[in-house]
């Protein structure tokens, strides 16, 4: 496939990649912010992302390795702000329901809160969200039925658990 164009890949990507990094971070400016330096990587590497079975997982992958990176980065300010004294404004509330969501995914444990954001915000099958994740399916599907549990004893979700079987 090496006439694939990283050009197509960012624009089909980027609207996609930014509201799953803003479920993931719970701030949008962070969101853009890392899309942008994900789809910048998967450019800068293209001779080899481009070749790869699905560089859509790649730029995933490496978008929420980023983010992974920027929630260390910042749990140690405000560690660091703590300390000092330092309080950080609040930023202005979305309406009821988007922070609701957004602060029950934001709760969540890092791998479930990124298996949520594949699954239901990317839509993506069990297999693909292994893929971006670079896990088992199996870990996927646990990991899923785990945070949904936490979503619904949180009260977000109020419908039972559908079973679904092949």
Not at 11 to 17: A, G, I, S, T, V
Not at 82 to 101: I, W, Y
Not at 148 to 156: A, D, F, K, N, Q
């Amino acid at each position: 496939m090496p006439d694939r164009d990283p050009a197509q890949l960012c624009r089909d990507l980027r609207r996609q990649l930014v509201g799953s990094l803003t479920l993931y971070c719970g701030d949008r400016g962070v969101a853009e912010e890392l899309a942008q330096d994900a789809l910048a990587k998967a450019w800068q590497r293209w001779d080899t992302v481009g070749v790869m079975a699905s560089p859509e997982a790649w730029t995933y992958r490496t978008a929420f390795n980023l983010a992974s990176s920027w929630g260390r980065r910042r749990s140690a300010e405000r560690r660091a702000n703590r300390r000092v004294g330092v309080d950080r404004p609040v930023s202005q509330p979305d309406t009821a329901t988007n922070q609701a969501v957004r602060e029950a995914v934001a709760a969540l444990p890092p791998r479930q809160r990124a298996v949520i954001v594949c699954r239901f915000f990317l839509t993506l099958s069990v297999q693909e969200t292994a893929d971006v994740l670079d896990c088992a399916e199996g870990t996927v599907k646990a990991t899923t039925h785990q945070a949904l549990g936490v979503l619904r004893t949180s009260g977000l979700i109020d419908e039972p658990e559908e079973v679904t079987t092949p």
